[in-house]
């Protein structure tokens, strides 16, 4: 049932399931950051539903995204083809961004791990855009979306609001870059 939820599930009918999600970082940071690796495949593509500037995507994030693009080019590639080497359809996209969000569920929260999980569903999404399969951003907005409202209630029992999370993602992608510096 999950599954055939997820497949349908537009940014609409995820905001009847999540009304308090409408305004919420979680939602803002997942059609950025999926608007954000789109547009380095398809330079004027918006998401219809995305509002606002992308004001979680600081520049230190930005660049730790495009390092990570860089870095994992390949073995994205390599690993799609192999993922998806028929037909590309919502369906089989749909339960894969599924599986693969349970996956990085069960571990342990790390930024390093949610920045791949992010840019690799987004690169995937772009990539079956590409094929045809039109929707792949959607799910992947959809998918990184439930990703960080699972662990919003990790981070409110921290007492760290959603919103000092972003702030520790940008410091931690700032260390990331001064250390490269070195």
């Given at each position: 049932?999950?599954?055939?939820?997820?497949?349908?599930?537009?940014?609409?009918?995820?905001?009847?399931?999540?009304?308090?999600?409408?305004?919420?970082?979680?939602?803002?940071?997942?059609?950025?950051?999926?608007?954000?690796?789109?547009?380095?495949?398809?330079?004027?593509?918006?998401?219809?539903?995305?509002t606002?500037?992308?004001?979680?995507?600081?520049?230190?994030?930005?660049?730790?995204?495009?390092?990570?693009?860089?870095?994992?080019?390949?073995?994205?590639?390599?690993?799609?083809?192999e993922?998806?080497?028929?037909?590309?359809?919502?369906?089989?996209?749909?339960?894969?961004?599924?599986?693969?969000?349970?996956?990085?569920?069960?571990?342990?929260?790390?930024?390093?791990?949610?920045?791949r999980?992010?840019?690799?569903?987004?690169?995937?999404?772009?990539?079956?855009?590409?094929?045809?399969?039109?929707?792949?951003?959607?799910?992947?907005?959809?998918?990184?979306?439930?990703?960080?409202?699972?662990?919003?209630?990790?981070?409110?029992?921290?007492?760290?609001?959603?919103g000092?999370?972003f702030?520790?993602?940008?410091?931690?992608?700032?260390k990331?870059?001064?250390?490269?510096?070195?």
């Amino acid at each position: 049932m999950l599954s055939h939820l997820n497949i349908h599930l537009t940014v609409n009918n995820l905001l009847l399931h999540y009304p308090e999600a409408c305004e919420s970082w979680e939602l803002k940071f997942a059609f950025q950051i999926v608007t954000f690796i789109m547009n380095r495949y398809c330079p004027f593509w918006q998401h219809p539903d995305a509002t606002g500037s992308p004001e979680h995507l600081t520049q230190p994030i930005r660049k730790r995204i495009k390092e990570i693009c860089r870095e994992y080019f390949e073995r994205f590639q390599t690993k799609f083809k192999e993922e998806f080497p028929g037909t590309k359809t919502s369906e089989v996209f749909s339960t894969y961004a599924l599986n693969k969000r349970a996956f990085y569920i069960e571990m342990e929260y790390d930024h390093e791990r949610f920045f791949r999980y992010c840019v690799e569903l987004s690169e995937f999404a772009a990539y079956m855009y590409r094929s045809g399969c039109i929707e792949a951003p959607e799910i992947a907005v959809n998918n990184i979306f439930l990703y960080l409202w699972n662990f919003r209630k990790i981070w409110n029992g921290d007492k760290c609001d959603v919103g000092e999370h972003f702030k520790m993602l940008d410091r931690y992608c700032r260390k990331i870059s001064e250390r490269k510096k070195v």
